[in-house]
């Protein structure tokens, strides 16, 4: 991810130019806006912002020498809102910045890799974890779990990395006993190395992970408490008008991405504003999905632009569709709006006279 070359967007063509090509030509260029739609480039909103900022914030900070404690960033919150997506980002641009900062191979001639990524499992248990750490650096993955903890962790000493990020942590259970022996060994690493381990997950009050199971006064609820600092990452929200214009400007910047022969600017940001509010309930893995599958039925069509007809034809994950009628409902009562608030005209000052 962070050393490939960054997908190419299909250049733009009109009507004329897209009847002009071949069956072949058209079948490939299809094609590759299929994929380029469904791969979207990440876009930096205001919430985004200030996530990294926090974050960067505790990596910085997480210099320590010796088994000292670090912090752990925590990304908390329910599904869909792009929680995942953001922390490859974080990661992702933290490797580029450290090997343009400090060179592509470390004093030792070994390959630099400052962040390295795991996405845990239903079943994750302490050796599936070590086993994915050593996958990632292409490592062996024989042998038991203290085998391979040895070969993960001498690859993170010698490619100097500094930051992991442990997703889909929710699936471990503070209230199971081989899930707090995966969690106590995550913790020992960020003790004895220079790494800052951050999480990525679901709910994780309801699985004990703040408080290790026990209530927060009790001692190792303290512990665990004073070493994760949540980090939230919302929905959309139309409360304000700061908020419903952070909505416009992210359907302008996906509007700048579509390759559509009849899209123009305004198509979604102002004409489809609220209708793709009221259709995704601002979750971005809804916004996602219905984008992706909006802009192939308007290929596929020959309509070559998203309306709100086209995209009442696009169903997407359930969650959304049952939150669309409430949401048309508070809509049409004034209770929510999308519009932006009116901009005030500036005072005038007497006329001038001759």
Known sequence: MAEGLARQQPPPLTLEEIAALSRRERLIYDDQRSVWHANLRFIRTRQVQELFRRIRLIVASNRQDGYKVRTSPVINGVGGLGKTTAAQQFGLEHFRDSVLKYGPR??????????????????????????RLCQFYELATSGNANQLSSRALDAVKKCQTNLIIVDDIHFLDMHRRDDRVVINHLKSLANTYPVTFMYVGVDLDGRGLFDEGDDITGRAGSQQARRWSRLELGKFELSTGDERQDWRSLLLALEQQLVLANASRGMLADELREYVYTRTTGHFASLSSLIAQGCQAAIDSGIERLTEELLNTVTIDDGAEKSRALLQQQFAEGLISAELPRQKKPLRGPAKRD
């Open 106 to 131: 470390t004093s030792h001639g070994h390959l630099r890799v400052p962040s390295a990524y795991l996405c845990l499992t239903g079943t994750a248990t302490l050796r599936d974890v070590n086993e």
